[in-house]
């Protein structure tokens, strides 16, 4: 009989076979590869490289690593191993094996780990560790937060054996912070200059030195940081004594010193925490309501339409105020509007912020950090998910200002469904979620064909319109929600099942997995107190196939802040006015430049937001409208401009250049151009010229003009598109459709 030879597979990298410790059979690492998709060993570049390392490949292939498998550009990274970590990924083999079930073992044992704070970071592993500080002189405790070394031995331990009492002892016995003591002299010495200063504002000190030592840092950063802190706290404590206003550089450092209203008020700041549908809203109204002055501050047009609505149905005079409109109200004692239009001067009563966990968004988060350090309320509501508790702690905590934490838990809770549901078989009261205008529209004509009313819902929509749709599905006239994850956000529909088209969405560069909390905000729709009794959460049969099994990994995590996350900060008319005056420039795009460079000398707690789109514009505006003053050009590259659609950028330009020459935008010829009989898409494309048109009007008066003929006009779009959307024809078409298409939400 012929004896049959196992040969092993070469490696893809032939040289490295090198590198291959002389005693480990060939074989034994043809086991490791086979494996490497569950072995904790086994790295990634991103587990041991920085981020944006130039050539990643060749960087690990200098650090001396075996190349296991070659990475697939867009589906999967490369996989290498350590020589000396061979064999204790072998003697991890021996012990766990690499069956089915070891990959989801691996993930819950990595879950742990993570819940300890233990995490790689460029090929070691260390854990966020925190110590508290003893401060005599002041009978003051802070709480420094540090990166400790975890030996590599414990942690392969742990993933080997799953022991978590042995990984806490092991943790437990790491030494404390290796300079704690001279942290202490310090950080005691700065508040006993601190108390000769201004011994009855200590209070405020303290908080924003928190705010520095929560900040894992070197100790000699950590000290230099609350130096800063403790500088700025004496410019504070000065100013409210001696200055209205903050006039000087520092408050480019310090950020929230250049709200001096809201600073002079010594706010009292409570968080309404807890999950969708918890009551949270419901009460911070209730206390809206009481209030003789008090603003709403809402993430959308929709939500601040709602508010204006919910607060006169209880009889409270109350205006509104949105990008494109001001509507006063006779008497008004609150204010409705989104989140951009906060007032930062005028003293309020209560303020109340909504969805505040939206200060992690990349684009808009700017504005929440704004309103929070700067809205002058004696008492601000923020509402928000539990996860973004410590990063508004933190910037309060640099407002000098302490928070009360208050939880709300949901009436009921929603339950993953065991297996997929088909598009034919839907029921009354079910949400099917897509993440693209195209498939909702796809998907609304699917599920209508054999008559069944539907209601849908996506970005594009006008708030008008969206609102009619969620009143179709709440009052049963259309029995099927189909929407975009808009209905993640304020919308109290009584949806019983939320079903997933998809686990993947397009975020403007690619295509990537749903996050914890995309999933938990769209998922904690379903279920309604005293409609539904419970909720469920699932996926369409028509997903992906591992859909179902991503939904039930994702839904026991709890969502998480960025790490090392920085408040985002947008420029507003005082930074502009302050560089151009002190550097003596015209140009908005160098003004914008400079507003980059100074933000970023604060850079442990703050980062500049997102502004390649203002950037973009400026330097646009500059070319064509250098004569209008810097401030109105500054107004102009806020505009809510679509720079998707080049069609709108130039129509934007032109009347802006016609501003500059004739001090006239010119005539509103998109009237004429589309009615409410038009395609979908085409009443889409001018409803967002209507609103561009609107939101200059508001802030150019006597420039644009026509605005009761706008309003008609996006009046009778709206109910055009809600005619469309209620009839009974296809609305896309997978080529030359009436809907159009692209992945706007």
């Not at 065991?418 to 998907?443: E, I, Q």
Request: hydrophobic letters at 40%; proline letters at 6%.
């Amino acid at each position: 009989m012929a004896t049959t030879t196992t040969t092993p597979r070469p490696l893809p990298h032939p040289r490295h076979a090198a590198r291959i410790p002389a005693h480990i059979d060939p074989l034994a690492l043809d086991r490791i590869r086979l494996a490497g998709y569950v072995l904790p060993q086994v790295v990634r570049p991103a587990d041991m490289l920085e981020e944006g390392t130039p050539e990643p490949e060749a960087e690990m292939d200098r650090l001396g690593l075996i190349l296991l498998q070659r990475g697939a550009a867009g589906q999967r990274p490369s996989r290498w191993i350590d020589p000396a970590l061979i064999e204790e990924a072998l003697r991890h083999l021996d012990a766990v094996g690499s069956g089915q079930t070891i990959r989801p073992l691996m993930t819950e044992r990595a879950a742990v780990l993570d819940g300890l704070g233990v995490n790689r970071r460029l090929g070691a592993w260390e854990r966020e560790a925190r110590q508290g500080l003893e401060l005599p002189s002041a009978d003051m405790r802070l709480t420094v937060a540090y990166g400790q070394a975890v030996p590599a031995a414990a942690v392969w331990d742990f993933f080997r054996t799953g022991d978590r009492p042995a990984l806490v002892r092991a943790l437990s016995a790491l030494p404390g912070h290796p300079q704690a003591a001279e942290l202490t002299a310090q950080l005691d010495a700065l508040v006993e200059r601190a108390q000769a200063f201004a011994d009855d504002q200590l209070g405020s000190l303290e908080p924003a030195l928190q705010a520095e030592c929560a900040q894992p840092q070197a100790a000699e950063t950590l000290i230099a940081a609350c130096q800063r802190a403790f500088e700025r706290w004496v410019h504070r404590v000065h100013e409210q004594d001696t200055l209205e206003d903050l006039n000087d550089e520092l408050a480019f450092q310090g950020y929230p010193d250049s709200f001096g209203a809201a600073r002079r008020l010594q706010r009292q700041v409570t968080l309404f925490v807890g999950p969708p549908n918890s009551g949270k809203t419901y009460q911070a109204f209730e206390r809206l309501a009481q209030a003789e002055k008090g603003a709403y501050l809402a993430p959308l047009r929709l939500l601040a339409l709602e508010g204006r609505d919910r607060l006169a149905g209880r009889g409270v005079p109350c205006s509104l105020r949105t990008g494109e409109e001001n509507v006063p109200a006779p008497d008004a004692r609150v204010i409705s509007s989104t989140i951009e239009m906060v007032d930062t001067n005028t003293p309020i009563e209560v303020a109340v912020i909504d969805e505040a966990q939206m200060i992690f968004d990349p684009s808009r988060g700017w504005a929440w950090t704004q309103a929070i350090v700067g809205v002058p309320a004696k008492e601000l509501l923020i509402i928000c998910s539990d996860y973004a508790v410590e990063a508004l702690r933190n910037l309060l905590g640099l407002c000098g200002e302490q928070v009360t934490v208050r939880r709300f838990e949901r009436k009921q809770h929603v339950e993953l469904l065991p297996a997929p549901v088909s598009l034919h078989a839907l029921k009354k009261g079910d949400a099917v979620v897509a993440f693209s205008r195209r498939d909702v529209l796809m998907l609304r004509d699917q599920a209508s064909a054999d008559g069944t009313p539907v209601s849908v819902i996506y970005g594009a929509l006008p708030p008008e319109v969206r609102r009619r749709e969620a009143e179709r599905f709440a009052q049963g006239e259309s029995h099927i929600l189909i929407a975009t994850d808009a209905i993640g956000m304020g919308l109290n529909l009584p949806v019983r099942r939320v079903l997933f088209s998809t686990l993947t969405k397009f975020d403007g560069q690619g295509d990537r997995s749903l996050t914890e909390s995309e999933v938990h905000q769209i998922a904690g729709r379903a279920g309604r107190f005293g409609i539904h009794e419970e909720g469920f959460a699932g996926v369409l049969k028509e997903a992906e196939p591992s859909a179902l099994k991503q939904l039930r990994l994702l839904m026991p995590r709890a969502p998480k802040a960025p790490r090392h996350f920085k408040a985002p900060v947008a420029p507003n008319w005082w930074h502009i006015e302050t560089i151009a005056e002190r550097l003596g420039k015209n140009s908005l795009a160098e003004v914008l430049r400079v507003f980059v460079e100074q933000l970023q000398l604060d850079n442990s707690h703050f980062a500049v937001a997102e502004l390649e789109q203002m950037l973009e514009l400026a330097g646009e505006i500059d070319r064509v409208a250098a004569k209008l003053p810097l401030r109105q050009r500054f107004t102009y590259a806020q505009a809510p401009v679509d720079t998707r659609t080049a069609g709108q950028v130039a129509q934007f330009l032109e009347w802006v250049a016609h501003h500059a020459r004739s001090g006239q935008a010119g005539p509103a010829w998109f009237l004429n151009d589309t009615d409410e009989n038009s395609r979908l898409e085409r009443m889409e494309q001018a409803l967002r010229t209507c609103t561009l048109w609107l939101w200059l009007d508001l802030r150019f008066p006597g420039v644009y003009g026509e605005v009761d003929e706008v309003m008609d006009l996006r009046s009778r779009l709206n109910d055009g598109i809600e005619r469309a959307l209620k009839a009974k024809r296809p609305l896309w078409q997978k080529r030359g459709g009436p809907g159009g298409g692209g992945r706007r939400r």
